[in-house]
């Protein structure tokens, strides 16, 4: 099953892309060249066909394969706690932005589940690992964003102490989308908040990057920059 993947993918490499993507994920050796659109399409045949073979057999040589193994993990057929198990194996794995952001996304977290997925995200707290606390994050931004999870989002990324450029900056995205959907309780946190100086700037640079926030608060953000 492995086998017939890795075969797909080379089939569908573009060295160009391959060159574009190296580019935008530093330090990942390992990218065939694929796009995501192309990878989500081999993912959800994998999950029609014999997924679980394919989790058995994953070695993780190719940047493609792990997010192939993410989008999997995510979107196939299984019990809840099935799938949190694939989730703990999984989570060490991811060394770049890419497969953290656009595993994160392929979830769908029904309600009658949030508390668990919720409670789950939040033993990556504690974290020294640069990817498993942006895996906590961008789960976070993607499926926790309301007025039932703010204020607690906001008391954990308030109290983060790295250096760690790829969680301070989900840390500002996270803020920055926060800030279009819960507008007041935001405004208030970036006004009281203990972030670092790098992410603080950076969530108000992209806060001010967002169409959905008017000129005047864009006035009001950049005036709060430190």
Request: proline share 2%.
């Amino acid at each position: 099953m492995r086998e017939e993947v890795i075969k797909q993918l080379m089939d569908l490499q573009d060295l160009k892309y391959r060159e574009f993507h190296s580019g935008l994920c530093p330090r990942t050796y390992n990218i065939i060249g694929v796009r995501i659109p192309e990878q989500r399409k081999i993912a959800k045949r994998l999950i029609k066909d014999n997924f679980q073979k394919f989790l058995m057999e994953v070695k993780n040589e190719f940047y493609e394969e792990t997010m192939i193994e993410g989008m999997v993990i995510a979107m196939a057929p299984m019990a809840l706690q099935d799938r949190l198990e694939c989730l703990r194996k999984f989570v060490p794995k991811i060394d770049n932005w890419a497969v953290c952001d656009s595993v994160c996304a392929s979830f769908k977290v029904p309600l009658k589940e949030r508390s668990t997925y919720w409670d789950f995200i939040l033993t990556y707290r504690g974290s020294v690992r640069e990817f498993e606390l942006r895996f906590m994050l961008i789960m976070m931004l993607d499926h926790f964003l309301d007025g039932e999870h703010l204020q607690r989002i906001f008391t954990i990324i308030d109290t983060l102490r790295t250096e760690a450029y790829y969680v301070n900056m989900a840390t500002a995205w996270l803020v920055a989308e926060a800030f279009t959907k819960h507008r007041d309780e935001t405004l208030k946190f970036l006004q009281d908040d203990h972030l670092s100086k790098f992410t603080h700037n950076k969530a108000i640079q992209k806060a001010c990057e967002s169409y959905r926030v008017d000129a005047d608060d864009k006035i009001l953000l950049r005036s709060m920059k430190r």
